[in-house]
């Protein structure tokens, strides 16, 4: 199994691009998590997802739509990038009680 | 909203020497979770607790949750080089099961 894998591992936008994370998870897990980690700061949810065909806002949403079409997979997308949104993105996706399980990360840089 | 704090935010100490962090909760938890985080990586389970004053151990990691169910700690006896990281406490929101609040980390610097 691959557990969580994300797409791409880097990249580097212009302030105005778009752009979309994909994560995907061959666990069968029905919830999947999309987290901002900014240096020296813990991880912040931006949006997550309890099921195929549903999402949910988490505590910083503003600039971020996502959308899980199919079970395995949930996506992140930038329509407008800022400088602010520089960070690390983390998927993770969990089955039952809550233990989650983390991809490997997509460092971005906004100019 | 639920606030989940940990201290230190950093320590450093040399091969040998134990080292604790502390995570305190602004709501009662109905379980926490430990994870470690490699410079680098992304962060990794390492242990849940469930039971009020729950004490669990892997290897020379000892974990508690406390009596009142709304801090944790995690020591860790002689430390390695191996142990170096950030470790996150986390826990559920309040009011639903899908969701989980990150502490804020303790960084782990370990030398020789």
């Known amino acids: 199994n691959a557990g969580v894998t994300q797409t791409p591992k880097f990249r580097v936008l212009k302030t105005g691009q778009s752009m979309t994370l994909l994560c995907a998870q061959d666990?069968?897990?029905?919830?999947m998590y999309w987290y901002r980690q900014d240096p020296g700061m813990g991880l912040r949810l931006i949006h997550y997802?309890?099921?195929?065909?549903?999402?949910a806002k988490g505590e910083v949403p503003d600039g971020y739509n996502v959308s899980r079409l199919k079970k395995q997979n949930f996506l992140l997308g930038l329509e407008s990038a800022a400088p602010s949104q520089t960070s690390v993105y983390f998927c993770?996706?969990?089955?039952?009680?809550?233990?989650?399980?983390f991809g490997p990360g997509t460092r971005l840089t906004v100019l | 909203g639920q606030q989940v704090m940990q201290i230190p935010q950093y320590q450093h100490v040399q091969e040998g020497e134990d080292f604790t962090t502390y995570c305190n909760s602004s709501?009662?938890?109905?379980?926490i979770q430990w994870y470690k985080q490699r410079p680098g990586g992304h962060p990794v389970f390492l242990i849940q607790?469930?039971?009020?004053?729950e004490v669990k151990k892997q290897k020379r990691l000892t974990f508690q949750f406390g009596e009142a169910k709304k801090n944790s700690s995690l020591h860790i006896t002689a430390t390695q080089t191996t142990d170096v990281g950030t470790y996150f406490c986390?826990?559920?929101?309040?009011?639903?099961?899908?969701?989980?609040?990150f502490g804020t980390g303790t960084r782990l610097q370990v030398t020789l």
């Open positions: 709501t009662t938890l109905s379980n």
């Open positions: 986390a826990g559920p929101y309040t009011g639903t099961a899908s969701k989980l609040t």
């Open positions: 607790l469930v039971k009020s004053g």
């Open positions: 666990m069968n897990h029905e919830y």
């Open positions: 997802s309890v099921g195929e065909g549903t999402t």
């Open positions: 993770a996706s969990s089955l039952v009680y809550h233990t989650q399980y």
